[in-house]
């Protein structure tokens, strides 16, 4: 499965060829040609505030008359989960921020992400945290909370001095 840009040209007869926003797609899909690609069956769906045009592969061509609408709602889910573990892998364990160069500096990093992702997803089947993000955010917080407590002493002209406006 993968999203496809809504002015994609299919065809649903030879030599004759839509944009897939234009498609009349029934509910369970329809067998179409993608250009440049093969055989595939779209779907769309509804997310936010605009429509999403995704089309399934399936290598043998027998296996889409079975392939229906609960099949692809499974399968977007499944896609919806991998999406958020790349977002958090690389969000809160920062796989892609590390300042090393050499082979075995690099695979300790990427095993060390590997195992902080997993630390975060049992905390929260076990309910020690609600929000990896929200534990994120607050353990930044309370480090720049203390760094500018630490700054600010004897700096306090710094602060913005506020007069109050008068009405003339």
Not at 108 to 114: D, E, G, K, V, W
Request: hydrophobic share 40%; glycine share 2%; with cysteine.
């Amino acid at each position: 499965m993968f999203a496809v840009e809504s002015n994609r040209r299919v065809s649903t007869e030879n030599g004759t060829w839509t944009q897939v926003q234009k498609l009349s797609v029934p509910e369970d899909g329809m067998l179409v040609w993608l250009r440049e690609f093969g055989n595939v069956k779209p779907f769309r769906t509804q997310l936010k505030d605009q429509l999403r045009h995704y089309v399934v592969f399936l290598p043998d061509t027998d296996a889409y008359d079975a392939f229906m609408q609960a099949d692809f709602q499974n399968l977007h889910d499944q896609h919806w989960q991998i999406e958020q573990y790349h977002r958090m892998i690389k969000q809160v364990c920062n796989i892609e921020k590390f300042q090393v160069r050499s082979k075995v500096p690099i695979l300790n990093h990427i095993f060390a992400a590997l195992c902080s992702y997993v630390h975060l997803q049992r905390m929260q089947f076990t309910e020690i945290i609600r929000n990896a993000y929200q534990w994120q955010k607050a353990l930044y917080q309370d480090v720049v909370a203390a760094f500018v407590t630490s700054f600010m002493i004897g700096k306090e002209y710094l602060n913005p001095q506020f007069q109050t406006s008068i009405n003339a």
